[in-house]
């Protein structure tokens, strides 16, 4: 009788474990990681149109590196090497990418402001291990601001020992 119960406890104790992180790896197995873009990014853009106007100083004023993007899971954060190191939160589904700060509101007296809200939306690309981002900057409320087309190449990470 105490062979049985050795038995059962065994069972209960390490079969029924097993079997559930059996199903979870085989359920696991469909998961795919998102697609990695954190780190540095110089941007290509011109920015000439928004030159003269008070809310140019929200993207045109930036150096390169102009953009930092740190990832975790889906979820990113865009810091913009501007004035006001401005940060936007976003997603990145698939290989698009949408970020923005939209809480600037609406602009003063129908005129833009240098407080702006800004939205980013961007395709990665791939060639090779080099990744790209193509996309758009959006001076959300801004009237006479025109969206401004943008490429982007990430930097590549120093190696250990290097400065």
Same mark, same amino acid.
């Given at each position: ?21 059996? +199903?979870?790896?085989? !359920?696991?197995?469909?998961?795919? %990681?998102?697609?990695? =873009? &954190? @780190? ?53 589904? +698939?290989?698009?990418? !949408?970020?923005?700060?939209?809480? %600037?509101?609406?602009? =003063? &007296? @129908? ?53």
């Amino acid at each position: 009788m105490s062979s049985r119960k050795l038995i059962l406890s065994y069972i209960c104790l390490v079969g029924i474990p097993l079997l559930g992180l059996i +199903g979870i790896v085989r !359920a696991g197995q469909r998961l795919q %990681a998102p697609i990695s =873009v &954190g @780190g540095i990014w110089n941007v290509e853009a011109d920015f000439s149109p928004l030159s003269g106007k008070p809310c140019g100083d929200a993207l045109g004023s930036g150096k390169q590196p102009l953009l930092s993007i740190s990832q975790s899971g889906d979820r990113v954060l865009l810091t913009l090497n501007n004035p006001q190191a401005t940060a936007l939160a976003g997603t990145i589904h +698939g290989s698009a990418l !949408a970020a923005g700060n939209e809480d %600037a509101g609406d602009p =003063v &007296g @129908g005129q833009c402001t240098a407080a702006q809200a800004i939205g980013v939306s961007a395709a990665v690309t791939e060639d090779g291990e080099e990744r790209a981002l193509t996309g758009v900057f959006k001076l959300i409320s801004c009237p006479e601001c025109a969206p401004v087309s943008f490429h982007a190449t990430r930097q590549a990470a120093a190696k250990r020992g290097e400065q």
